[in-house]
């Protein structure tokens, strides 16, 4: 009799642990970002600057105010996306080279993280802006950079960071956005 009780107790556990529903850990995921179906720009509000352009809608203009910014700084934040680009403006005195390699150098730092850095030259419909847009893949702190001249007054030099690790897989469908967004930028800057 004993012997039943105990095979009816083994069977009954066996049977009811068969039927309960347990969870099995989740493979680590990222949330699924949702980008805008169209970029839509404004004129971004930079009275008194010596530059203006068009940004996205989604975006914030402020003036930096990062230690060591200098007059004309700005950063155009995208909240949603937890995302910066950090623009720096000098003033050509001669030292346009030095400009240029600066930006060069600044953009090489990310070297050390990146897959690899792709530069697209730019030049303005009109002829009078040049520039460098840099794609930098990888899991860089920056994943694109550019700087824009009209080689004689005016230097522009921006840098997208985001306020995450970086995870270019997880990031790509932003950087993506951003970079058009970026491209408009360099596209639409006018000089004062």
Not at 113 to 141: H, M, P, V, W
Request: hydrophobic share 35%; aromatic share 14%.
């Amino acid at each position: 009799m004993r012997k039943i009780i105990v095979i009816a107790i083994a069977t009954l556990t066996v049977t009811a642990s068969c039927n309960s529903k347990r969870t099995a850990p989740k493979p680590r995921g990222y949330y699924r970002i949702e980008m805008p179906a169209a970029h839509s720009y404004v004129s971004a509000p930079l009275d008194g600057y010596p530059y203006s352009f068009e940004v996205s809608e989604y975006a914030r203009v402020s003036a930096a105010t990062e230690p060591g910014s200098e007059p004309y700084w700005i950063n155009i934040s995208y909240p949603a996306y937890n995302a910066k680009i950090h623009i720096s403006y000098k003033h050509i005195r001669g030292n346009l080279a030095k400009f240029v390699e600066d930006a060069y150098l600044m953009t090489y730092k990310h070297t050390i993280k990146a897959d690899a850095i792709a530069a697209q030259q730019f030049e303005s419909e009109d002829g009078r802006t040049f520039g460098l847009l840099y794609e930098i893949s990888g899991n860089a702190a920056s994943n694109v950079q550019f700087y824009i001249t009209d080689s004689t007054r005016h230097f522009l030099r921006g840098a997208l960071y985001f306020n995450t690790h970086p995870n270019a897989d997880s990031l790509r469908p932003v950087i993506e956005y951003i970079t058009e967004d970026i491209r408009h930028i360099m596209l639409s800057t006018q000089w004062k």
